[in-house]
C-alpha cells in the first residue's frame, strides 16, 4: 500500500511541476503586435484612411501591450503556484517515506 502512496505523491510532483513549466512558457509567449500593411499610394484620397489606419493600429497595440502584461502576470503566478504544489507533494513523499521508516 504504502508504494502506491510513493507513487501517487511522485506522479502528481511530476505533473504540478509539468504545468509550472508549461506556465512559465505561456508567460514567455506574448500576442504579436498589429501591423499596418502600407498600399499604393493615391494622393490626397489615401491620406486620411491612412491617418485613421495607423491611429487604430496604435490603439489596438495599445490594448494587447494591456493584454500580455495581464496573461504574463497571471502566467507567472499560475507557474508559481504550480511549483509550490510540486514542492509540498514532494515534501509529503519524504514525510511519508519517514513515517514508514519510523515504522
Do not use: C, H
Not at 499596418?36 to 491617418?51: C, F, I, L, Y
Request: aromatic share 10%.
Amino acid at each position: 500500500m504504502s508504494a502506491v502512496l510513493y507513487l501517487l505523491w511522485l506522479i502528481l510532483a511530476g505533473v504540478f511541476f509539468a504545468f509550472g513549466y508549461m506556465f512559465l512558457r505561456q508567460a514567455q509567449s506574448p500576442l504579436r503586435s498589429f501591423q499596418v500593411r502600407q498600399r499604393g499610394a493615391e494622393g490626397a484620397k489615401s491620406a486620411e484612411p491612412d491617418k485613421a489606419m495607423t491611429d487604430m493600429a496604435l490603439e489596438v497595440n495599445n490594448y494587447l501591450d494591456s493584454i500580455n502584461s495581464t496573461n504574463r502576470n497571471l502566467n507567472r503566478t499560475a507557474a508559481i503556484a504550480s511549483v509550490i504544489s510540486g514542492l509540498v507533494a514532494i515534501v509529503s513523499l519524504v514525510i511519508a517515506f519517514y513515517q514508514a521508516s519510523l515504522g
